[in-house]
């Protein structure tokens, strides 16, 4: 069992090399807005190592430079980050019956877009020990880019920061591409996913909703219906 956790630490640590590139580029821009907020380096680096979520930072970020008060801030925070509760509920069910409550509460701590996605995207069901290979390569890289930001952000070309995340869209095609060629289903969910984020976008009543707000809508909205039009056999989720 040890030697399996070990394996499965290295190959998620190995995996999170893409994921922490892109979270270094990303930060870097978020340090900057930490920055016009008032934030030491030190201060924007905590913010970020314990709060690994760059919509609801840089929410914050704005909000607190505005002078907004404490409850506005932590109610900003509740919508920009409720798509993470999805996320849990459905990482939860990817973990063996059996996985202890603390490896559940320690795999929760940094439950972001692309962890969630990686892990997801392992066959069968999911050994804790890769996810926190995920997360120990992916949080310096967050953290140390919000450092950095703060300290010389201003100092590199808008355009050259901008450059640098898009690591971070070549990871997500690394992540949907491979299970979409093999699925003609999850292809057109995907596909789905994608022209219905955009309408969100630009549709009167939703455009308005906060991105996190969107995400929660469409999620339950597109992963209820697959779960009841397209429901996948209990037997195949032990497969691999």
Known sequence: MKNENKTCLTKGLRDGIPIS?????VAFTLGIAAKNAGFTPFQAALASFTNNASAGEFAGFTLIAAGATYLEVAIMELVANARYLLMSCALSQKLPPDTPLLH?????????????GVSMAVPGKLNPFYTYGLILIAIPGWTIGTY???LMGNLLPANIVRALSVGLYGMF?????PPARKNRILAGLILLSMAASFAFTKLPLVSSLSSGTRTIILTVLIAGGAAILFPVKEEETHGA
Request: charged share 15%.
């Open 148 to 150: 950095l930001g703060v």
């Open 173 to 177: 095609l690394a992540v949907i591409i």
């Open 21 to 25: 590139l892109g979270y270094f580029a």
């Open 104 to 116: 559940r509460l320690l795999i929760s701590y940094d439950v972001t877009d692309e962890i969630f």
